[in-house]
């Protein structure tokens, strides 16, 4: 029995091992750590969107990355709530599609800058446009990021480095410098978007694990520090989402029919990221199987971990 119940758990890791969430992946806290962290984290349900009479008074989001994928999924959710919303990525034409589709749904407003957000200038433009023009701000989601099924060892160091920047330093750099406005606005919400990847080392996508692990570590701290300031912090953490079509294949490939199981749409991740985010939960995992599996990453050796993720990653 004890090594059947070995072989499951590797089983579980194994059916993870590629899970994907760069643009990026519930309902309840997946180990006990957790359950303190939500019994200390600010509940926020009551006071989700308020009545107002003007769209230009409604309170707004501001999505780095939401023009697309996991971003654009949130930036959805948020709208059928009635936030006015600012989207942030790199192309105008995405950015523009993104707008015109969300105003004419929802009746919100939209704004949208163009900006790399890999560049250290970019937070510091965004907090200035925003104070500039009052913005009311009560949530800043970090969706954008960087990754792939190959990193460090097959790609290049301006690559590599690009990926450390997305991925960690723009999030850090926009929760810093529009904290003034999310503490102004307070209660407020930060939605940052780590990946399943975040709970253990896969050696074949050595430094996007690092990154997200980054993440999910940021934000379980800076939880603690903003909640005298009224201000919930929330990681989400998705598997597999079909954001693209070598994403699908990937997925059918090295996780099989368990993965495909596995899978969620970025409309379903997005609303169930908001949902859970407006609700002050901290660690978010879109499905039970993705939780499930969370679990056994957390529960095994890492050294166990890391061997099975290497000789999963070796396949071809």
Same mark, same amino acid.
């Given at each position: 029995?004890?090594?059947?119940?070995?072989?499951?758990?590797?089983?579980?890791?194994?059916? !993870?091992?590629?899970?994907?969430?760069?643009?990026?992946?519930?309902?309840?806290?997946?180990?006990? #750590?957790?359950?303190?962290?939500?019994?200390?984290?600010?509940?926020?349900?009551?006071?989700?969107?308020?009545?107002?009479?003007?769209?230009?008074?409604?309170?707004?989001?501001?999505?780095?990355?939401?023009?697309?994928?996991?971003?654009?999924?949130?930036?959805?959710?948020?709208?059928?709530?009635?936030?006015?919303?600012?989207?942030?990525?790199?192309?105008?034409?995405?950015?523009?599609?993104?707008?015109?589709?969300?105003? /004419?749904?929802?009746?919100? !407003?939209?704004?949208?800058?163009?900006?790399?957000?890999?560049?250290?200038?970019? #937070?510091?433009?965004?907090?200035?446009?925003?104070?500039?023009?009052?913005?009311?701000?009560?949530?800043?989601?970090?969706?954008?990021?960087?990754?792939?099924?190959?990193?460090?060892?097959?790609?290049?160091?301006?690559?590599?480095?690009?990926?450390?920047?997305?991925?960690?330093?723009?999030?850090?750099?926009?929760?810093?410098?529009?904290?003034?406005?999310?503490?102004?606005?307070?209660?407020?919400?930060?939605? !940052?978007? /780590?990946?399943?990847?975040?709970?253990?080392?896969?050696?074949?996508? !050595?430094?996007?694990?690092?990154?997200?692990?980054?993440?999910?570590?940021?934000?379980?701290?800076?939880?603690?520090?903003?909640?005298?300031?009224?201000?919930?912090?929330?990681?989400?953490?998705?598997?597999?989402?079909?954001?693209?079509?070598?994403?699908?294949?990937?997925?059918?490939?090295?996780?099989?029919?368990?993965?495909?199981?596995?899978?969620?749409?970025?409309?379903?991740?997005?609303?169930?990221?908001?949902?859970?985010?407006?609700?002050?939960?901290?660690?978010?995992?879109?499905?039970?199987?993705?939780?499930?599996?969370?679990?056994?990453?957390?529960?095994?050796?890492?050294?166990?971990?890391?061997?099975?993720?290497?000789?999963?990653?070796?396949?071809?």
């Amino acid at each position: 029995m004890k090594k059947l119940s070995i072989l499951v758990a590797v089983l579980l890791c194994l059916l !993870n091992a590629f899970s994907q969430s760069p643009a990026f992946e519930n309902d309840v806290p997946v180990d006990a #750590a957790m359950n303190v962290s939500d019994r200390l984290s600010i509940d926020l349900t009551a006071v989700d969107t308020p009545v107002l009479t003007s769209r230009n008074a409604m309170p707004y989001a501001l999505v780095a990355g939401g023009s697309k994928g996991i971003g654009y999924g949130i930036a959805e959710a948020l709208a059928k709530r009635k936030y006015n919303l600012i989207l942030i990525a790199r192309h105008p034409d995405s950015l523009l599609a993104a707008k015109n589709k969300l105003e /004419a749904e929802y009746h919100v !407003n939209v704004e949208t800058l163009a900006k790399d957000l890999s560049l250290e200038t970019s #937070a510091g433009e965004i907090a200035k446009w925003c104070v500039e023009k009052d913005i009311p701000l009560k949530m800043l989601c970090n969706v954008a990021g960087y990754g792939g099924a190959m990193d460090y060892l097959s790609l290049p160091l301006d690559s590599l480095r690009y990926m450390v920047r997305l991925n960690v330093e723009s999030c850090m750099s926009l929760c810093l410098t529009l904290l003034p406005l999310l503490e102004k606005n307070a209660p407020s919400y930060i939605l !940052n978007v /780590a990946s399943m990847a975040a709970f253990a080392p896969i050696p074949v996508k !050595n430094l996007y694990s690092a990154t997200k692990s980054a993440i999910l570590f940021f934000s379980y701290s800076l939880s603690y520090q903003l909640a005298q300031k009224k201000i919930s912090v929330s990681c989400l953490n998705p598997g597999p989402v079909f954001t693209k079509p070598e994403i699908i294949k990937d997925t059918k490939e090295k996780m099989g029919w368990f993965g495909m199981q596995m899978a969620i749409s970025p409309k379903k991740v997005g609303e169930i990221a908001v949902r859970r985010t407006l609700k002050g939960r901290l660690v978010i995992v879109p499905g039970a199987l993705a939780k499930i599996t969370s679990i056994v990453l957390r529960a095994l050796p890492r050294r166990l971990v890391v061997a099975v993720y290497d000789k999963v990653g070796r396949k071809k």
